[in-house]
């Protein structure tokens, strides 16, 4: 079994900044990709970053030049800065771990519990 835990979620005036991270936890032997998506009241969860064990990055249009992910492979853990915030950055913020293999075998989609971000203007 594989926890996802975020934290770093917060209110923040148009212009800051904040720093997500998520640790995964659990007996595991590698992870593939983690990466950040985000859901808006009424609308559909979307891909913000994703990052592969490698460090090879994608970003989301809307963030790119705002918004860096990273990762620490030795803590199991991917961080997501994210400067320069607007209000259309209001999410909720959710972790993702895609192939993660442990002592029990590959899990693969696992999902943290969320973590709001709300930007006032």
């Known amino acids: 079994q594989v926890q996802l835990v975020e934290s770093g979620g917060g209110l923040v005036q148009a212009g800051g900044s904040l720093r997500l991270s998520c640790a995964a936890s659990?007996?595991?032997?590698?992870?593939?990709?983690m990466g950040w998506y985000r859901q808006a009241p009424g609308n559909q969860r979307e891909l913000v970053a994703t990052?592969?064990?490698?460090?090879?990055?994608n970003l989301a249009d809307s963030v790119k030049g705002r918004f860096t992910i990273s990762r620490d492979n030795a803590k199991n853990t991917v961080y997501l800065q994210m400067n320069s915030l607007k209000p259309e950055d209001t999410a909720v913020y959710y972790c993702?771990?895609?192939?993660?293999?442990?002592?029990?075998?590959?899990?693969?989609?696992?999902w943290g519990q969320g973590t709001q971000v709300t930007v006032s203007s």
């Open positions: 993702n771990a895609d192939r993660v293999r442990t002592v029990l075998g590959t899990i693969f989609g696992s």
């Open positions: 659990g007996t595991i032997f590698s992870i593939n990709a």
């Open positions: 990052i592969t064990s490698g460090g090879t990055t």
